[in-house]
């Protein structure tokens, strides 16, 4: 079979099959905790001062934030001179649910649960969301030789002990029921013949704790959460954004203005308790980095909770996954997951060498395969300088077949451009994958707008300052289903007074109060990739 | 500048560079994609697309984000099939045959004709795990199945009716649920937790500062 790679490239794979050998005997070196931080300092895009702006108006005022988000933080609400009646709503449920992907499903599974009469609002389809993406697995501390206690450390330390203790605990407390949830409502983990859960490392656990479905396991528990969504007659109205926040006059969560995506029709939807379950936003493209996200993922959560009065946390922190693809151009920015790392595959430069161990955290990492680049130890592609995942290790290691058996979605992406990554290595660089910070909560999941839960990706302070692997389907499944328990519960409790869109008014008073002069409007809702002539 | 080619996108004449995806190519002629598009990668289903190269009877399914143009390719993107979803409550349900005579009855009505297979945006043997499901072997029609995206070309070509990727979906789950053993250390370890048997452990981490843990955190053994 022949590649697509250059002569250059295939030059340099002999050098690094030259080393393979060698390096099977050896793991490379960890970091020192003080070489972690200098890297990070130096290379990691957090600390590109220029790419982030100030926050002047609202909660984090005074606060940075990556420039793309401040802009739309302080942009045009889009029920700008609108002449809305809220008093005759299209929808009024107990709890509305915004966000049609892992957390929101959970959520409304709950709710529902609860007895709460439910809704999902999203817009794109139930299951379009960075969930359905999610491959490597997810963490819970469910062996004999771990712990919460030991989950947490691993937890904290990953976030560089920035975390929200509460929201750990919670985390790795409720991991095994979680993924005991899951595997109740028939998701097909990867077991041995004794039943035992097959899991093994991410990068910065101590324990081997992740937990999969093969390199599908983001997808496999969407595809049985939209059909238990399903199951319970939830009603899901696709295709239909939530563009505005609706509150009540005494400053509850009452509801939101909603958008169908395609007839432009505009729609009242009242609620007693809201959540916002609206994931990333990978797609605002910070600092010009491709991304491994869905479609949708564009903030839209954080622009209707900052504008409604809720504060955000860590909003200047974001994950760029160390292996996203650097060639070829098809898949550039697509996701290359750490579990090809956690079955062996080494970084290695353009002379074979492996500059750094596999399995730092995803920043080091990141960070690491940066400055490798930086140094012009790349290699060199049509596309980009990238760096070797050495994949052919994975079978040499662990017997033929096993890479085809365990990372099928990975084989199959490569395979559609004729790229065998059983039998060569293959070109990553890092790519723009996740948000770690997001709205503020609290530990029963309610931002600081009273009624207005959060969940997911959208939710700050889980993974401090960054996250681990296969702690973001662990935090959705756990978050998410919080969140429904909590709204399911707080709902019949709740008596709505008039609603009102005054605070968008008054965000918007107190951004003209400020200087800001912009003709954009918010939230995103989607990026626009046509062709710019 | 990449070599040109054209293509027809519903029909209609666009000349785009031949390294685009399909999706790309729509988006390079100038759509704003709403329907047809969703993690962008092979993963969610909703770019289901059916094409043909000119002059040649050859259907191809495909997903869109995954598939690279090719000169005189046809397109028709189908963002959305009519699948049949049948509501049932898995705590109720059984891995039994009759379930799936009950709620999938249509697979019986299979006519062995293979479009499905043909048609699959995975490659997968869509029949073979089709027959498994009419055999009540659903641990087998899982693994077969286990890469589905869901998109329903396969189905869009069935003469039978048949909406594959919802059998499928209830074979995973009833395997999942009840076939598979159960993971006695997993369900040992929810009860532990509910139990307590952590609740020391956790308050006496969660008190230590912020250096007693870099201490820990940085010292801790890492399971070979």
């Known amino acids: ?533 | 500048m990449d070599e040109m080619i054209n293509v027809y996108l519903y029909g209609k004449k666009y000349s785009v560079p031949a390294s685009l995806t399909i999706m790309e190519a729509f988006e390079y002629s100038g759509y704003q994609l709403v329907r047809g598009c969703g993690c962008r990668n092979g993963f969610c289903g909703a770019c289901a697309t059916i094409y043909r190269i000119k002059g040649e009877n050859t259907l191809h399914g495909c997903l869109a984000c995954s598939t690279k143009v090719e000169k005189d390719m046809c397109v028709a993107s189908l963002p959305f099939f009519p699948l049949e979803k049948k509501i049932y409550t898995i705590e109720e349900i059984k891995p039994t045959q009759e379930i799936m005579m009950q709620l999938y009855p249509e697979i019986y009505a299979c006519i062995g004709c293979n479009a499905c297979t043909k048609a699959c945006t995975q490659q997968l043997n869509v029949m073979q795990y089709i027959a498994y499901a009419q055999r009540a072997e659903y641990e087998k029609c899982a693994e077969e199945s286990f890469d589905c995206v869901m998109c329903g070309v396969c189905s869009s070509r069935c003469p039978a009716g048949i909406s594959h990727p919802q059998v499928a979906l209830l074979a995973r789950r009833l395997t999942g649920k009840y076939i598979k053993p159960e993971a006695k250390h997993l369900t040992q370890r929810v009860g532990e937790i509910a139990d307590g048997a952590f609740d020391g452990a956790m308050a006496d981490i969660m008190g230590k500062s912020v250096d007693e843990l870099k201490e820990m955190y940085n010292t801790r053994v890492i399971e070979k």
């Open chain 1, 1 to 533: 079979m022949s590649f697509p790679y250059t002569e250059e490239m295939m030059e340099s794979i002999k050098k690094v099959e030259a080393t393979r050998a060698a390096r099977m005997a050896t793991e490379p070196r960890r970091m020192t905790a003080e070489e972690k931080d200098a890297l990070l300092e130096k290379y990691h895009p957090d600390y590109n001062l220029d790419s982030f702006a100030e926050i002047i108006v609202g909660p984090n005022k005074g606060q940075k934030a990556p420039k793309e988000l401040v802009e739309l933080l302080q942009a045009n609400s889009r029920v700008k001179g609108m002449d809305l009646d809220l008093t005759n709503p299209d929808y009024d449920v107990d709890v509305l649910v915004i966000g049609g992907g892992g957390a929101g499903s959970s959520a409304a599974i709950e709710a529902n649960e609860a007895g709460a009469n439910v809704m999902i609002v999203t817009k794109l389809r139930i299951g379009d969301a960075n969930t359905m993406m999610a491959e490597g697995g997810i963490q819970a501390a469910d062996k004999e030789n771990d712990s919460p206690a030991q989950h947490y450390l691993d937890v904290m330390g990953g976030g560089h002990f920035a975390n929200v203790p509460e929201l750990v605990k919670k985390l790795v407390c409720d991991g095994p029921s979680a993924v005991n949830w899951l595997n109740k409502l028939g998701v097909l983990f990867d077991k041995d013949e004794n039943g035992n859960m097959i899991t093994t490392h991410g990068g910065g656990t101590s324990r081997k704790r992740m937990h999969a479905a093969a390199d599908y396991s983001g997808a496999e528990i969407m595809r049985v959460l939209r059909d238990e969504v399903q199951n319970r007659n939830i009603p899901v109205v696709d295709f239909t954004a939530a563009i505005e926040l609706i509150k009540d006059t005494e400053g509850k969560a009452a509801g939101a203005v909603l958008q169908n995506m395609e007839t432009g029709e505009i729609l009242i939807a009242r609620a007693k308790c809201v959540v916002i379950a609206t994931g990333g936003a990978g797609r605002l493209h910070y600092q010009g980095f491709p991304t491994s996200n869905h479609y949708g993922a564009t903030a839209d959560g954080l622009v209707l909770a900052y504008r409604a009065g809720a504060s955000l946390l860590y909003q200047d922190t974001l994950q760029y996954h160390p292996t996203g693809v650097a060639f070829p151009s098809q898949i550039y920015g697509a996701l290359v997951t750490e579990k090809v790392r956690s079955m062996g595959a080494m970084f290695c430069n353009a002379e074979g060498e492996a500059f750094m161990h596999p399995l730092e955290t995803r920043d080091v990492a990141a960070s690491g395969v940066i400055r490798e680049v930086a140094r012009g130890n790349g290699v060199h592609t049509p596309l980009r300088d990238g760096i070797w995942l050495d994949t052919p290790m994975i079978d040499a290691i662990h017997g033929e077949g096993t890479l085809e058996k365990r990372l099928p979605g990975m084989l199959r992406m490569y395979m559609r451009y004729d790229i065998d990554m059983r039998k060569v290595p293959i070109v990553i660089y890092p790519t723009l994958h996740y948000q770690n910070g997001g709205i503020h909560i609290t530990e029963d999941g309610m931002s600081d707008i009273e009624n207005l839960y959060v969940a997911g990706e959208a939710v700050g302070g889980i993974h401090g300052r960054n996250r681990l692997m296969g702690n973001s389907l662990l935090d959705i499944i756990v978050f998410g289903r919080n969140a429904g328990q909590q709204a399911g519960k707080k709902c019949k409790e709740v008596t709505l007074a008039e609603p009102t869109l005054s605070h968008v008014d008054s965000f918007a008073a107190e951004c003209a109060e400020a200087g800001i002069k912009t003709d954009v409007v918010s939230p995103k809702v989607l990026p626009d990739y046509r062709r710019q002539k």
